[in-house]
């Protein structure tokens, strides 16, 4: 009875395995209508906004001659080999593309100016960009580690020296240090390293054809970054009294119990000042019994 079980479990297991895999290996398309002409207009009437793209671990993953830590499956081919010179001692890089990078580019690039901004040297990715690119002229703007700002450790991405007008630019990045200054003009994703059945580049399509549509990236990208605010209460880049900053200002929870504590009162008043006026009955059938008390 025990070894049924067992196999019963293991047939369960095995047959979700399989479905899982069979999902995640759909084909995925992200098709492109053409624009209707209210779009159009809506298109024509806002600054067309620069996407600022990572490399490492965003868009691919590469290893060099030597590494210790294995981080791809063995035996997993590169997509390209890299062969750079470093300190006069020539390296080889492995590269490996995120899953549907190609396909990613090619839909931005027609929505965005895309610049590549990697903490990663010249030599190194200027060659991966150029693969990337791959006589498309799509990724001709680049930045690299000597354009960064030391910071704690590790490296911060100046983005008002790529595009002085922060409304219309923002960075998709791994690494949140790097956008530490500008945390309302970025997209977090997730680390990539050698899942091939990754589809955070996919996923984030729709948003990203809908944010060309905006007047301020801002007004969106902060949205999500309440994080950052509690971290930095004092913020002084953006007005105070910007719409955005009202409508994502954190509250402590005793704040929220009394905001919601005076919209009640306010209900019940208005109630009671209802209730003296000669459509009183009508109305108070509309309203819970217990406001009414
Ligand atoms: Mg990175």
């Not at 600022?52 to 997993?76: A, K, M, N, Y």
């Amino acid at each position: 009875m025990l070894l049924a079980s067992r196999v019963w479990t293991c047939l369960c297991f095995m047959i979700k395995k399989q479905t899982r895999a069979i999902i995640q290996h759909q084909s995925v398309k992200y098709d492109l209508f053409p624009l209707s002409p209210l779009s159009r207009h809506r298109l024509s009437i806002v600054k067309r906004k620069v996407l600022v793209l990572d490399l490492d671990e965003t868009l691919i993953h590469s290893h060099h001659d030597g590494v210790v830590r294995q981080t791809v499956r063995p035996g997993t081919p590169p997509d390209f080999v890299l062969k750079v010179v470093i300190d006069r001692h020539p390296v080889r890089f492995f590269v490996h593309k995120r899953p549907h990078v190609d396909f990613f580019l090619d839909i931005v690039s027609q929505w965005y100016e895309l610049v590549v901004f990697t903490a990663s040297m010249e030599i190194y990715g200027a060659a991966v960009a150029d693969k990337l690119d791959a006589g498309r002229g799509i990724l001709q703007r680049r930045f690299y580690r000597q354009h960064c700002t030391p910071d704690l450790g590790s490296y911060t991405k100046d983005l008002g020296a790529i595009c002085n007008d922060l409304s219309s630019v923002f960075i998709l990045d791994n690494s949140p240090g790097a956008y530490r200054a500008y945390p309302d003009n970025a997209i977090p994703i997730k680390s990539w390293f050698s899942d091939p059945t990754d589809v955070a580049l996919l996923n984030l399509l729709p948003v990203l054809d809908a944010l060309r549509f905006t007047a301020d990236v801002r007004s969106v990208l902060s949205r999500n970054l309440h994080l950052h605010r509690l971290c930095r209460p004092n913020r002084t880049d953006i007005p105070v009294n910007s719409s955005f900053t009202k409508i994502h200002r954190i509250e402590t929870p005793s704040k929220i119990v009394d905001q919601v504590e005076n919209c009640i009162d306010n209900i019940v008043t208005q109630v009671q000042e209802f209730d003296s006026t000669k459509d009183s009955k009508k109305f108070k059938s509309r309203i819970p019994q217990r406001m009414c008390n």
